[in-house]
């Protein structure tokens, strides 16, 4: 079992930015390949972004690119997402997941965090 607990979400105002932080705790949960997804109201669930232990990543929408970072600590089993120049659009709740590969969909991931909210204000 891997247990992950997400942190950092808020309210920011169009432009500004925030860091999500996600920790992972439970057996090798180390070498688990971890994800951001995001969930707005009324919208399915979006890939954002992944990283596994060896620090290669992939994105998803393009609308992200160049504006979200996504990194890891291993020593400290964190993965972080670090969002910039945030837009109303930005708005949903983004969970951590965890999956035994480096991959964008959702149903590969077994484990899953409670998800925090961001919402961005125009």
């Known amino acids: 079992q891997v247990q992950l607990v997400e942190s950092g979400g808020g309210l920011v105002q169009a432009g500004g930015s925030l860091r999500l932080s996600c920790a992972a705790s439970?057996?090798?949960?180390?070498?688990?390949?971890m994800g951001w997804f995001r969930q707005a109201p009324g919208k399915e669930r979006e890939f954002v972004a992944a990283?596994?232990?060896?620090?290669?990543?992939?994105y998803g929408a393009d609308s992200v690119k160049g504006r979200f970072t996504i990194s890891r600590d291993n020593a400290k089993n964190t993965v972080y997402l670090e969002m910039n120049s945030l837009k109303p659009e930005d708005t949903a709740v983004y969970y951590c997941?965890?999956?035994?590969?480096?991959?964008?969909?959702?149903?590969?991931?077994?484990?899953w965090g409670q998800g925090t909210q961001v919402t961005v204000s125009s």
């Open positions: 439970g057996r090798t949960s180390s070498n688990y390949a």
């Open positions: 997941a965890a999956s035994t590969f480096l991959n964008w969909r959702a149903d590969a991931y077994a484990y």
């Open positions: 990283i596994n232990w060896a620090r290669s990543n992939i």
